[in-house]
């Protein structure tokens, strides 16, 4: 990531969503609308089993009226639901769109050295794929993980009216099939990222390979060829057969625990029943809560890595929005209006690397009408010397003027509307 922390490059995507701070509220009630109606519905139906009390004696009328409400609390958490995925979709392509226009407008501002200096398919992958997947990742994960901290605190209130006893059960308990996940996730995690290198390596040797296929055969390299790619293709293999294999213990070991929790919770809640400490209908609220309150950790834990790859991708993009801008244009500089054509380089000095001397006190006088050709051995500075011309780069030292006036003094825009150019590398700009 780039220079700041996780926190700086929060901070200034809470910039961003200021925008739309109505949106964030709103993802953010119907969020809460939605986990508490859902959270509910367990409680009704216990009270519904409780209006049942033995053969002969069900209150109908009351078990008719939870029964409503349970119909009442669905339909509210199914819409609010959707109201919020609605709400989460609208901020993301928002804010998709106001990154993306302010990115572009931004690279008409950075200086050619900017674009000489950066791989161009590194800044269209920033402006492309990480204002995706920060959007996506950042405003999805925020309502997931807001979600599941309320249904975890939901769920463990609703736990401790009940039955405290049980509350701490669940509470000591779960953690330990986190333990368990975690555990193998670590040994996996290994195995994932020795298959993704393995995977770019052999990316990378393909590429080369069809990429170079005349050298190939020229080289009669066929055969040496194929072995390397067999050699990292079985590699690739084994770490990916190894890691799909750690992986796939993590749920069923994880699901087995958690059964031996909700045994243990019906176990403990039928004694307290047969006790009388705790009604059927209570037992079954609890049985529901035990059963849902490991679901959200899972859900926090994969938001956290998705968060922390989004907040990647965002730092990646604020280094292109916060790259350095050209200099302004000088206040009051002039448009440059039916030049003559008369050229003046005044003993100019240029080097993009300040270390390594290229062009030194190189004076140059044209005159209207005259046609001057520049030779020179490849990277004596031809182009260069275009670059200054044209203010894609400006001299260290010296004086360039056209028509008699500096052309530091001259807007950018005339000046360069002033020259006809044809490039030397058709579709690429600095080159000529
Ligand atoms: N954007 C840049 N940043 C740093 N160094 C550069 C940059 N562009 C060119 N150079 C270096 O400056 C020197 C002059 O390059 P320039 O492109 O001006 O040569 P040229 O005369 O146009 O060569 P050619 O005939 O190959 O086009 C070379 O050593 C080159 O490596
Ligand atoms: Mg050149």
């Not at 791989?119 to 807001?146: E, M, N, P, Y």
């Not at 993590?250 to 809640?269: C, D, H």
Request: hydrophobic letters at 45%; glycine letters at 6%.
């Amino acid at each position: 990531m780039m220079k700041g922390t996780y926190t700086e490059t929060l901070k200034k995507v809470m910039k961003y969503l200021k925008n739309h701070r109505k949106l964030l509220w709103l993802s953010l009630f119907f969020a809460l609308v939605t986990t508490a109606a859902a959270l509910y519905v367990p409680i009704v139906v216990g009270r519904a089993i409780d209006d049942i009390k033995g053969a002969g004696s069900v209150d109908f009328d009351a078990i008719k009226k939870k029964l409503i409400a349970v119909m009442v609390l669905v339909f509210i958490s199914a819409v609010s639901n959707w109201f919020m995925n609605l709400v989460n979709n609208r901020l993301t392509y928002n804010t998709i769109h106001d990154i993306r226009k302010d990115a572009i407008d931004k690279l008409q501002k950075l200086p050619m050295n900017y674009f000489d200096t950066t791989q161009t398919g590194d800044v269209v992958s920033r402006v492309i794929s990480d204002v995706d997947l920060f959007a996506d990742g950042l405003l999805l994960g925020f309502s997931k993980l807001f979600t599941s901290i309320i249904t975890v605190i939901g769920t463990l209130f609703f736990l401790l009216m009940i039955s405290p006893f049980i509350c701490g059960l669940v509470v000591v308990l779960t953690p330990v099939s986190f333990l368990i996940a975690g555990f193998i996730a670590k040994n996996t995690h290994s195995m994932f990222i020795a298959t993704s290198r393995t995977n770019a390596e052999e990316t990378a040797y393909i590429d080369e390979m069809i990429g170079n296929a005349k050298l190939v055969r020229a080289y009669g390299y066929e055969d040496r060829a194929v072995n390397h790619f067999s050699e990292i293709n079985t590699r690739l293999k084994k770490y990916a057969m190894r890691a799909t294999f750690f992986s796939s213990l993590v749920n069923p070991s994880t699901r087995f625990l958690n059964n031996i929790i909700y045994a243990l919770v019906g176990l403990l809640g039928a004694f307290a029943c047969v006790k009388g400490n705790m009604s059927i209908g209570e037992l079954t609220v609890v049985l529901s809560y035990s059963t849902q309150y490991a679901k959200p950790f899972n859900e926090i834990s994969g938001v956290i890595t998705e968060l922390t790859g989004a907040l990647a991708s965002a730092g990646r993009i604020f280094e292109v929005l916060e790259a350095e801008e050209e200099i302004p244009d000088a206040v009051g500089a002039k448009v440059l209006e039916n030049p003559s054509g008369n050229v003046e380089i005044k003993n100019v000095f240029f080097s993009y690397d300040k270390s390594k001397k290229l062009i030194e006190n190189f004076s140059l006088s044209v005159k209207p009408g005259q046609m001057i050709a520049i030779v020179g051995p490849t990277g004596c500075g031809k182009t260069t010397f275009i670059n200054l011309l044209m203010r894609f780069y400006d001299v260290d030292d010296g004086k360039i003027s056209v028509d008699d006036e500096e052309i530091r003094r001259l807007t950018r825009k005339s000046l360069r509307a002033g020259y006809g150019m044809v490039l030397q590398d058709t579709g690429s700009l600095p080159e000529q």
